[in-house]
């Protein structure tokens, strides 16, 4: 979540936007009076105190769900427990950026192996469509639609929360999921960014109904009145039941149960290509996460492909060979190099990234130092590259997500992140379930000679990824970002204000960020020619104009954005390695809250 202030002329920046990127004064009205920071005894101006505790912590983007967590945690249960009660209650109050139609990734820390557990909670493709099948719904379209039946795979996030509860849960999952279920029926007052992302989605949704095809359920389930307004109480007594049908019946209640087959009937109807037999075979997939060492004797870790999650390793990989601390935080240096370094790590992730069950990625080689250093020298101090491409590998022979963390008096710190993909998701909404179904099949590629082709029964690139990082080897900091292709450049922006400027927790997330947008994706045929290899770099208001003109020297295409909404939402606890002190953060773009005990 990027970066950093360099002057006060940066934070008069950050306080004060523009005129030009403020909102038009409509006549007749008086004048806005603009109202800058208060002062504060320590720390930077524009940001607050992380939150301390002894006995757990946790992080979430909706202050009631944090509160949910801290009640499990008080209860005995586990971190696990309480991210999993954390994470039903945000697909309940925060369907703008998660639910149960959605996919799950998590990283744990478990104090008692001494190790990082990682889980791909990730669903497949209709096994019963063929590639030349799926190619004929597409009705001549060159990229799959992003709404409708056609993008929708199988959801992982319910079977995800059953395999790390087999593994690391101790209250009963009927307790876990209970908070959730009474708010469902007893509803909840909708906060202030989540009605904001309400507002856009239905705009959305409206102008493509066509393509959605059955808006009907979606409508009547969250817009039957229009798009919930901040604090109004909103329920969702069909998410109620689906949640209890999972409490008292298991993973299989939603898999092989009433909800595996009401879904089945839902999608002949609708034309999708998903059926019961695709629900009854999905199971998830424990994976070992992936570290590279950065500096100061700090450790990066994330999740292999088919998530976009070593694209961060990439980042730090390449980044570690220049000392960014020369140069003032904010400065045209630091994300000159930034930017480029993410532009070649994307560059691998559009090549090589995909489930890793079909097409297998050369990842010991895209992770080692050598190529990190090979990669490093391609980019040029004084101006931005106009075009980066792929590495050779040396082998012989604006989607919406919600990211938690919580941890626990033993030290379990667990890294989650769930998602429905672009928006709230499809648009559609099986009869009577109170969930929306995810759009992740929108990335697969239509190039069959592309790693990411689609394929029945194969896993689509993923965008979310939850992180982690060790100092000196030990378990030091659980964190993640939102927000689609800002997820890897947040979570090295992150690193760099912590390792590299000596921000706190809190600190480092509020910081002005950059995300870089263009270049090749994964979705793209091989041969493509006419991507933006060079891109746009968005960046945030705190940015100084003096550093923006600097950039814009150097080559790159700058934009100033100020309505926080691509740049994600972070949340981090770090635990003290002599202490053992929680510190909790979260930031300003969400309606999140840190809470512990």
Known sequence: MRLFLLSMLAVSALLFPPAAAQDAQPAGEEPKLEIGAGGRPVGQIWSRS??????????????????????????????????????AALGLMEPTGNGIGGDLFAIVWDPKTQKLHGLNGSGKSAMGTSYAEFIEQLDG??????????????????DGWFELHGKFGKLPMADILAPAIS?????????????????????????????????SNARATWFATGAPKVGEIFKNPDLGRTL?????????????????????AYMRRVGGNLRYEDFAAHSSKWVEPGCVSYRKGFELCELPPNSQGFAALQMANILKNVDLAQYPRGSAEVLHYITEAKRLAFEDVARFYADPDMSPAPLEWLLSDEYGRERFALIDPAKASPAFGPGEPKLEGEGDTTYLTVADKNGMMVSLIQSNYRGMGSGLVADGLGFMFQDRGELYSLDPNHPNVYAPGKRPF????????????QPYMSFGLMGGGMQPQG???????????????QEAGDAA?????????????LNIQDADLLGVLHVEPGISPETIERLQAMGHKVEVVDNGVMFGGYQAIVRDPETGVYHGATEMRKDGQALGY
């Open 141 to 158: 379209l060159t990229s799959i639609p992003p709404l409708g039946p056609l993008p929708i795979t199988v959801p992982g996030a319910v």
């Open 50 to 87: 992380p939150v301390y505790a002894e006995h757990g912590m946790a992080a979430t983007a909706h202050p009631l769900a944090s509160q949910i967590a801290i009640d499990i945690l008080k209860k005995g249960g586990s971190a696990v427990d309480a991210a999993i009660a954390a994470n």
């Open 491 to 505: 979570h090295v922006q992150v690193m760099v204000n912590i390792v590299d400027y000596g921000m706190n927790l």
């Open 513 to 525: 960020r950059l995300n870089h947008e263009g270049g090749r994706a994964p979705t793209d045929p």
């Open 183 to 215: 708010y469902a029926h007893e509803g909840h007052p909708v906060s202030p960014v989540i009605a904001y992302y309400f507002s856009r989605n239905l705009r959305a949704f409206e102008r493509n109904e066509a393509m959605i095809g059955d808006f």
């Open 244 to 264: 209890s049908l999972i409490a008292e019946g298991g993973r299989d209640a939603f898999y092989k149960g009433e909800i595996a087959r009401t879904i089945d």
């Open 462 to 473: 993923q965008t979310i990824i939850p992180a982690f990082m060790k100092k000196d080897g």
